[in-house]
């Protein structure tokens, strides 16, 4: 019994010496390492005949599309309108393919849209819809869609008029915020 019990307190001692070795194996302590941000995108397009537009995925958020409009040897950018009229004639085959869709209204015929980029960092853009009834979504479509063929990295305030004469404006920035 006391061989027993001295031979119990002899793994005892062994182990309380051995674990604080075996604890470090070497290893270094580190701080806390920040994750960062929500995760972004980055979308490679040519903006000499590529726009970027913005649908509806299922899961309620905004999806950014790459979709070329353009010719491809030309050397200026889309105009901003070629591009809302691209993203009024809503989803093609394969975004719809990818569950995409969109809450602007179907295009049908279109008048000129017209866009006047001011020097102070804002697009005015008068839209031949009106602008009152569209939801959130709609509206941030529309937002994202001018802000991205006015800019490359969509920071600039965009000013809708709609022809029922409602106004709205927002930014489509990191997270894609919107403000009205």
């Known amino acids: 019994m006391r061989r027993a019990r001295r031979r119990r307190r002899a793994v005892a001692v062994a182990l309380a010496a051995a674990i604080p070795l075996l604890g470090g194996c070497g290893i270094q302590e580190t701080d806390v390492i920040e994750a960062g941000g929500p995760a972004s995108f980055q979308a490679f397009f040519n903006r000499d005949y590529d726009v970027l537009l913005f649908f509806r995925s299922a899961d309620g958020r905004l999806n950014p599309v790459v979709r070329t409009v353009g010719a491809v040897n030309a050397t200026d950018p889309v105009p901003t309108e070629q591009a809302v009229l691209a993203l009024l004639n809503g989803p093609n085959e394969e975004d719809r393919a990818v569950d995409?869709?969109?809450?602007?209204?179907?295009?049908?015929?279109?008048?000129?849209?017209?866009?006047?980029?001011?020097?102070?960092?804002?697009?005015?853009?008068?839209?031949?819809?009106?602008?009152?009834?569209?939801?959130?979504?709609?509206?941030?479509?529309?937002?994202?869609?001018?802000?991205?063929?006015?800019?490359?990295?969509?920071?600039?305030?965009?000013?809708?008029?709609?022809?029922?004469?409602?106004?709205?404006?927002?930014?489509?920035?990191?997270?894609?915020?919107?403000?009205?």
């Open 100 to 180: 995409l869709s969109t809450d602007l209204p179907a295009a049908g015929s279109i008048p000129a849209i017209e866009v006047d980029p001011s020097s102070d960092g804002k697009v005015g853009t008068r839209l031949p819809l009106a602008v009152k009834g569209l939801s959130d979504m709609a509206l941030r479509q529309l937002i994202c869609t001018i802000a991205y063929s006015q800019d490359t990295s969509g920071q600039v305030v965009v000013e809708l008029t709609g022809q029922d004469g409602a106004t709205r404006s927002g930014t489509c920035g990191f997270g894609l915020r919107t403000s009205w």
